[in-house]
């Protein structure tokens, strides 16, 4: 494995300070801190015309309070955050981070700016796999474990109903500007994938599923629907920011690293065309990248992750097991860890 310069490490970590400060600059009224059960929620609360507008910033943390507080230098300074964030990507791409491409940070950004993210999406696959070249500070390079047309999104259900905020512009009419196409649903009604004509990517939309049947869903938050799929809850909890290597940079949401090597797994063995298709084994690939990365780096945080996922119940453990059985490095090195 190959670590990148400090000067991309460093680089990196500037270009998402400098997003997650730009994200409470827009703010357009008075924050206002509500509480929903046991959690805390923010939000820009603001007046357009004779209607009141709570607009969902984030959950309640010192940091996110840090920056509320400095909400309007951090306006001031909006111009010259975004040139430097132009000129931080540069740097990064000067020392051979991976870019996104143009079809996929398209669409990802116009996502950001309509609230996705904001409002609980989480990018995952192959595109949530490309931005952990800089939260871990390891090189992934070009080759098929890094390479995907999809992009997809998943999101809690209940999340999408308690924070009462929708995206600000409808992603059917964003996803239409774009030249995507809906493709529905097995029922014809609801809409979770769409599909750009011209450069075959594909967007879809996920949900975890508690129950035994994995039906489609909605997403009142994102106005769309969402495929329900098992052992996704696990991915999704607690996911992190990071930026997206688009033009100057966009804030999107991804799964923590561990938790994503750890779903990988299982993922790699659920596979409705088995264990040994392109997919199963790049589900692999991911999973090895991450876990020697994180072995080396954060063991504790791994050791937890597969422990979390062992503990949740024996069809967990017979996944983890006979992807493992196909892996024995990688298996003897999570031994090692004691987990």
């Known amino acids: 494995m190959q670590n990148l310069s400090p000067v991309a490490v460093a680089a990196w970590t500037d270009l998402l300070r400098h997003l997650r400060d730009g994200a409470v600059a ?59 964030q132009a000129r931080l990507v540069r740097i990064l791409r ?7 491409d143009r079809a996929t940070g398209q669409v990802v950004s116009a996502m950001a700016r309509a609230g996705v993210f904001r409002l609980g999406g989480t990018l995952i696959g192959t595109q949530a796999f490309r931005c ?37 512009e409808p992603l059917t009419e964003v996803f239409q500007g774009l030249s995507f196409e809906p493709l529905p649903s097995v ?30 869903r909605d997403l009142p938050a994102l106005g769309v629907s969402a495929q329900a799929l098992h052992y996704l809850n696990y991915l999704i909890a607690d996911p992190i920011q990071v930026p997206l290597l688009y033009r100057s940079g966009v804030l999107v949401q991804v799964p923590r690293p561990e938790r994503f ?16 298709t392109l997919k199963a084994r790049k589900d692999r690939a991911q999973a090895e990248f991450l876990i020697r990365a994180l072995a ?24 983890l097991q006979a992807t493992l059985s196909r892996m024995p490095q990688v298996a003897a090195m999570l031994q090692g860890l004691g987990a």
Do not use: N
Not at 94 to 100: D, F, R, S, V
Not at 187 to 209: C, H, I, K, N
Not at 261 to 275: E, N, Q, S, T, Y
């Open 187 to 216: 029922d014809g009604a609801r809409v979770w994938r769409w599909r750009q004509s011209s450069q075959q990517t594909l967007v879809e939309f996920l949900t975890p599923a508690f129950g035994a049947e994995e039906a489609i």
């Open 132 to 168: 952990y070249e800089g939260e871990l500070g390891q090189r992934i390079g070009f080759d098929q474990a890094a390479m995907t047309d999809d992009v997809d999104i998943a999101s809690f259900e209940r999340l999408s109903i308690v924070l009462q905020d929708q995206v600000t």
């Open 26 to 84: 827009g703010l357009r009224g008075t924050p206002r801190l509500k509480q929903v059960g046991r959690k805390s929620y923010w939000y820009d609360h603001f007046r357009i015309g004779a209607q009141t507008v709570d607009r969902y910033i984030g959950e309640d943390s010192p940091e996110l309070q840090a920056r509320i507080a400095r909400a309007e230098t951090l306006r001031a300074a909006m111009r010259e955050r975004e040139r430097e």
């Open 261 to 276: 090597a750890i779903h990988k797994l299982i993922v790699a063995d659920r596979r409705r065309d088995g264990p040994e």
């Open 296 to 319: 080396e780096d954060r063991p504790e945080d791994l050791r937890e992750a597969l422990e979390l996922a062992r503990d949740s119940g024996p069809a967990w453990r017979s996944r």
């Open 94 to 100: 000067a020392e051979g981070c991976l870019m996104t």
